[in-house]
């Protein structure tokens, strides 16, 4: 049971580190007509999502005995920016079977989460307990900039392009100068992991960002484009060697910026696929208002890859409002595979992960901040 203020990130499910399909889940704030759930037990912003597993063998183990523990299903979801501070949120959730002999567990609301309820009718030998986990999340946000990373696909066949999209979102005050910083994965020397063959290219110009749920437009948007090498770009945005006019060279020393306007003039990209990174200005380097959630979206475009090959991206934020100076966004990761095991996850997630209960009969759920 997703609570209120948390998103489940699409394609993120796997179990045992292996993608899964997403999970089925029911419209927030309505309650699955069929399934452990207490009759208009679902309340409005929580979300039911169930997994099916098939085949799985279970061990009877001892508490403790890690032979009894099953792989981890896991997946991430994202806390919306705008969340009230100081609350605290619960994730609830239960394991079943048709085969299972524990008391048959009903979610019982938002406070109480899963709860163990009677015994199951006509079953004899059935234990007095449930496979249920919860896990609370205390929403703590100081003045700063929240940021967060996702790509559209997890794992793609062979020469299939995909989007990332950053988001970003000032919380508490203002802030002065947003820049954004992102470099593209490239194929040799990239400290992220990535490893490909052929070429990774941004689709086209990158679009201003619009307004869509959750988000708002900025029209101001201001991108610029850089052609140097990227292990030669400083990922500082507020790096002294930066030239943002489209006047300056490219070497280890410093990084010339440009616009689309500029492609094709010297030390300039000759087009938006020969960009090896971005630098975004949020509302035109305006200052952004508190509260004010928006998403970038950079379509690129993959040729010449393998199957196994594999793309890492994050991006770097900064504001000179801000006292923690250049904060990184989580990393995400996309996978070339053969079409029949395309399946959606993302990476090497950011912020804090709790692991829930690796109890010895149900797999452990897993968070990520």
């Known amino acids: 049971m997703l609570p209120e203020h948390v998103a489940l990130r699409p394609g993120s499910s796997s179990f045992g580190g292996t993608p899964i399909a997403d999970p089925v889940c029911a419209a927030p704030g309505v309650t699955p007509a069929s399934g452990p759930f207490a009759?208009?037990?679902?309340?409005?912003?929580?979300?039911?999502?169930s997994w099916?597993?098939?085949?799985?063998?279970?061990?009877?183990?001892?508490?403790?005995?890690a032979s009894g523990n099953q792989l981890p299903l896991e997946f991430t979801a994202v806390v919306s920016p705008t969340a009230p501070t100081g609350i605290t949120l619960l994730n609830t959730s239960v394991a079943d079977s048709p085969l299972n002999r524990r008391f048959v567990a009903r979610y019982e609301g938002p406070t109480q989460g899963f709860q163990c309820g009677a015994p199951q009718p006509g079953i004899s030998g059935q234990v007095g307990s449930c496979s249920v986990g919860n896990y609370?999340?205390?929403i703590s946000s100081d003045s700063g900039l929240v940021i967060d990373k996702a790509v559209s696909a997890g794992a793609v066949p062979a020469?299939?392009?995909?989007?990332?999209v950053l988001s970003y979102t000032a919380v508490g005050n203002p802030l002065n100068d947003v820049r954004l910083l992102d470099v593209l994965p490239y194929a040799s020397g990239?400290?992220?992991g990535s490893a490909y063959a052929g070429t990774l290219r941004l689709a086209g110009p990158i679009a201003a960002p619009v307004a869509e749920p959750g988000a708002v437009a900025d029209a101001a948007m201001a991108v610029r484009y850089t052609s140097n090498a990227p292990g030669d770009i400083h990922r500082d945005p507020y790096h002294a060697g930066h030239n943002l006019v489209g006047t300056g060279t490219n070497s280890a020393l410093g990084t010339n910026w440009c616009t689309s306007a500029q492609f094709g003039e010297a030390n300039c990209p000759v087009d938006a696929g020969a960009a090896t990174a971005i630098l975004a200005r949020p509302l035109g380097s305006a200052q952004m208002p508190a509260g004010g959630s928006y998403r970038l979206h950079v379509p690129v475009l993959a040729a010449g890859n393998a199957q196994g090959n594999v793309y890492w991206n994050d991006f770097i934020a900064d504001s000179s409002s801000l006292q923690a100076r250049r904060p990184s966004s989580n990393l995400v990761q996309t996978r070339v595979v053969m079409p029949d095991l395309g399946a959606g996850?993302?990476?090497r997630a950011g912020g804090a992960e709790a692991r829930g209960d690796g109890g010895v009969h149900h797999p452990r759920g897993q968070q990520h901040g």
């Open 345 to 347: 996850q993302d990476g």
């Open 136 to 138: 609370s999340l205390r």
């Open 52 to 65: 099916t597993l098939s085949n799985l063998n279970f061990v009877k183990a001892p508490i403790g005995d």
């Open 159 to 164: 020469n299939t392009g995909f989007e990332y």
């Open 39 to 49: 009759p208009g037990s679902v309340a409005a912003g929580f979300q039911a999502c």
């Open 190 to 192: 990239d400290a992220r």
